[in-house]
């Protein structure tokens, strides 16, 4: 067990950070003193991070004005549903693209369906089949949610898990006749939810589909998911002490 920390003020931690919005991609290896420990506070050497969506749009300034240095949580989404749901036991999992790049993978992840949103009319074959929609768009531009509103069954659920930097499209109330729904986002897990959820993972064998990636290669890391190039989860790897 390592030795309890004795001297708070001695204490420093280092990490690569960026210290304005406009200067996003370029960061700095930075030595800082974290908050003073409380007595439910643990001290862990990290070996590995994960880049979320949420830390691009925060360094960015994309969800507004921040204060810098800072890294947001991270969350796995996207990929992970497909796998989720299948683990959960859906008959059908339907994945949604603009395109057909990631048809391969998403029925290789658990996908029983693919479409692609932006062939026209792609939502007439679903009308009203789908009983629930997680939406992971990182972006609102280019985003058909009429038309996949339109794949809901009565009273079916919509749920964003993405918050994009741009604004959401307006719906017409003639778009919202065809059958009632419920439009909602994700909110945090509790820590209960967070264990079931583990242990379905390993129950059930579900896993990130990641590229590990060096830490100090953290700009080019921002800049990939920034492009959407990731396949799909980097992973930074610690080579600070190194």
Same mark, same amino acid.
């Given at each position: 067990?390592?030795? @309890? ?7 420093? =931690? /280092? ?10 991609? %370029? ?8 908050? @003073? ?12 991070? $994960? ?7 925060? &360094?960015?300034?994309?969800? *507004? ?10 969350? =796995? ?11 959960? $036991?859906?008959?059908? &999992? ?27 009319? =792609?939502? %007439? ?16 531009? *280019? ?20 918050? @994009?930097?741009?604004?959401? @499209? ?17 909110? /945090?897990?509790? %820590? ?11 129950? %059930? ?18 800049? $990939?998911?920034?492009? $959407?190039?990731? /396949? ?7 080579? &600070?002490?190194?």
């Amino acid at each position: 067990m390592p030795a @309890p920390i004795q001297n708070q003020q001695e204490l420093q =931690f /280092r990490g690569y950070a960026v210290e304005d919005t406009e200067n996003w991609e %370029k960061f700095k290896l930075i030595d800082f003193q974290p908050k @003073p420990m409380g007595e439910h506070d643990v001290d862990i050497k990290t070996e590995f991070c $994960g880049v979320c969506g949420s830390d691009v749009h925060t &360094i960015t300034g994309g969800w *507004g004005k921040v204060n810098l240095v800072s890294w947001s949580r991270g969350e =796995f989404i996207s990929h992970m549903a497909i796998q989720f749901s299948k683990a959960l $036991g859906c008959d059908e &999992i339907v994945a949604f693209s603009h395109s057909n790049n990631k048809e391969k993978d998403a029925m290789t992840l658990g996908a029983t369906k693919f479409v692609a949103t932006r062939e026209g009319g =792609f939502q %007439k074959p679903l009308l009203s089949s789908l009983d629930f929609i997680i939406c992971t768009a990182d972006v609102a531009a *280019g985003v058909a949610f009429k038309e996949l509103l339109e794949t809901l069954v009565p009273m079916g659920k919509f749920v964003m898990v993405a918050l @994009p930097d741009d604004k959401l @499209p307006s719906l017409e109330r003639s778009s919202l006749l065809s059958s009632a729904f419920f439009d909602g986002c994700l909110l /945090r897990e509790s %820590k209960k939810e967070a264990l079931e959820m583990l242990q379905l993972a390993a129950d %059930k064998g579900v896993k990130p589909w990641i590229e590990v990636m060096s830490m100090s290669d953290v700009s080019k890391a921002v800049r $990939g998911l920034k492009d $959407g190039k990731p /396949r799909y989860r980097y992973v930074l790897k610690q080579d &600070i002490d190194q």
